[in-house]
């Protein structure tokens, strides 16, 4: 079992900045696919990055190419989310997850298709 806690969201301007973290337990996280997702009213889950269980493979929405960045650190049971040039279509509340698939190749970048997910953070983007 694994639980994620994400931390981080907040109100920002458009055009700015914010970090998002997710606090991993168990200690097969370093195999594990993870994932960011992100849910605004009224819509769907979407896909927003991903990270392989090195850290080397990483793959993006489209609409967040080049302004966000993941990354993982094993040694500490950490994924975070760096969202830079927001846009007020970011807002959502975004989701850590797990694919408990452990050394996967590529990605998934299906929503639902992981395996955990933590409680959420509210991203709110202003005009």
């Known amino acids: 079992q694994v639980q994620l806690v994400e931390s981080g969201g907040g109100l920002v301007q458009a055009g700015g900045s914010l970090r998002l973290s997710c606090a991993a337990s168990?200690?097969?996280?370093?195999?594990?696919?993870m994932g960011w997702f992100r849910q605004a009213p009224g819509k769907e889950r979407e896909f927003v990055a991903a990270?392989?269980?090195?850290?080397?493979?990483?793959t993006y929405a489209d609409s967040v190419k080049g302004r966000f960045t993941i990354s993982r650190d094993n040694a500490k049971n950490t994924v975070d989310l760096q969202m830079n040039s927001l846009k007020p279509e970011d807002t959502a509340v975004y989701y850590c997850?797990?694919?408990?698939?452990?050394?996967?190749?590529?990605?998934?970048?299906?929503?639902?298709?992981?395996?955990?997910w933590g409680q959420g953070t509210q991203v709110t983007v202003s005009s």
């Open positions: 997850e797990a694919d408990r698939a452990a050394l996967r190749v590529v990605p998934r970048t299906t929503p639902g298709s992981y395996d955990y």
């Open positions: 168990g200690r097969t996280f370093s195999t594990y696919t």
């Open positions: 990270i392989g269980w090195s850290g080397s493979s990483t």
